[in-house]
């Protein structure tokens, strides 16, 4: 059952050095107050998962938390490369990074797997790709029904999901709405999860049809963070901040500019910073 605690907390019972740990969130709810927490408390050798690693994964690699990355694109939406993430593949700093990549699909299979319990996921795919020559991880079976040859990867079974979504009731039941990536598939392939929310309510009231909940028995622990995606948006909350994104390829394009900004935005600031951004977003509707 959920259980309701801050995000120092969560972090500090779920998050283990050497661990294997998927962020995820497509488009919006990307959890980044629970990766600054991660940074905070020094976790070190994780294997990351993530479909599409952007400024979140990139702060954790240049700060040192990241040993391996199984992705299936890597770059800061609409703006370019990501800096520290290529630093860490062509340079080493501030340690070489293990990469394992694969196509979305592939990414979004293994999820689904994993949340079934399988070993493996089978699908179409990889046809006239170069992937399977540089990931060994990449094999084709044969249907043993049709003959069809199809694409085989193993599951994802991180030993840690970490998502946002924008309520959770008392009960740790939470409610996703908006944009659906694999967040409810992630969550239910690991063997342990942090949810941060927008806000807890007594009720969840009206709701999109679209919307997920994850009963409170498929979660481990929710953290009230208001604004903790940012600056991605929350559906219903605030708005994608676009001029972020911007200005982190000049923040994150030198080691000496990177590191005085995590220092002074994410080491000596808590989960607290992140509910100033909330309001200001707010205010500016």
Not at 87 to 107: C, F, K, Q, T, Y
Not at 177 to 188: F, R, S
Not at 193 to 221: C, H, K, M, Q
């Amino acid at each position: 059952m959920a259980r309701i605690v801050s995000l120092a907390e969560a972090v500090k019972a779920a998050v283990r050095d050497g661990d294997t740990v998927a962020m995820e969130g497509f488009t919006h709810l990307i959890p980044h107050a629970a990766g600054h927490e991660i940074i905070r408390q020094g976790r070190k050798h994780l294997t990351l998962i993530r479909m599409t690693p952007d400024l979140i994964y990139d702060q954790l690699i240049g700060m040192g938390c990241a040993g391996k990355l199984i992705f299936s694109w890597g770059g800061n939406p609409g703006v370019g490369s990501l800096h520290r993430f290529r630093d860490a593949v062509e340079n080493g700093w501030p340690n070489r990074l293990e990469i394992v990549e694969h196509s979305h699909a592939a990414m979004a299979n293994a999820y689904e797997a994993g949340a079934a319990n399988l070993p493996f996921a089978a699908f179409r795919g990889y046809i006239g790709s170069d992937l399977p020559k540089v990931n060994p991880h990449i094999k084709r079976i044969t249907c043993p029904f049709t003959g069809e040859s199809l694409a085989a990867v193993p599951s994802h079974r991180p030993d840690v999901a970490v998502i946002h979504a924008q309520r959770a009731d008392r009960k740790g039941n939470v409610m996703i709405e908006g944009v659906l990536g694999v967040q409810k598939e992630a969550v239910l392939a690991s063997k342990r999860s942090i949810v941060t929310v927008e806000e807890i309510v007594d009720d969840f009231g009206p709701r999109n049809l679209n919307a997920v909940i994850l009963p409170s028995w498929t979660v481990g622990y929710v953290a009230e963070v208001p604004g903790g995606a940012f600056p991605s948006y929350a559906q219903g909350y605030y708005p994608r901040n676009n001029a972020f994104y911007k200005e982190w390829d000049e923040i994150a394009r030198e080691r000496d500019t990177f590191l005085a900004w995590m220092k002074a935005n994410v080491l000596e600031k808590g989960p607290d910073a992140f509910r100033q951004y909330a309001r200001k977003l707010e205010a500016a509707e």
